[in-house]
């Protein structure tokens, strides 16, 4: 499952993301790659988190579900993130979590 986190800025989703490792089994992360441009989390059973800002260069992304910051305005979400989700084989209520 590909998991992407949104924030207004990068740096949101990347401190939501490594808030979300912590919460993670440290025997379930295989590879966390923590960089001021790039972060993301592979974890062993082959899910992959990624932080990102939410803007137009996140357009072409493709993903099962996404956490989006509460800050982040509705155009955003319906123009940009909704359309990431269209092969997304989870509920409708479950791709979706606001943070």
Do not use: W
Not at 6 to 26: C, P, Q, W
Not at 27 to 52: C, F, P, R, W
Not at 75 to 89: F, N, Q
């Amino acid at each position: 499952m590909n998991v992407l986190v949104f924030g207004n800025t990068y740096e949101i989703a990347r401190m939501h993301l490594l808030s979300m490792v912590d919460d993670m089994k440290y025997g379930d992360i295989q590879k966390i790659h923590n960089s001021m441009n790039e972060t993301y989390v592979e974890l062993k059973n082959g899910d992959t988190y990624q932080a990102l800002s939410a803007s137009d260069s996140a357009r072409g992304y493709k993903c099962d579900k996404v956490y989006i910051n509460t800050e982040i305005g509705s155009d955003i979400v319906d123009r940009i993130i909704k359309p990431m989700l269209v092969m997304s084989k989870l509920p409708e209520e479950e791709q979706i979590v606001v943070y």
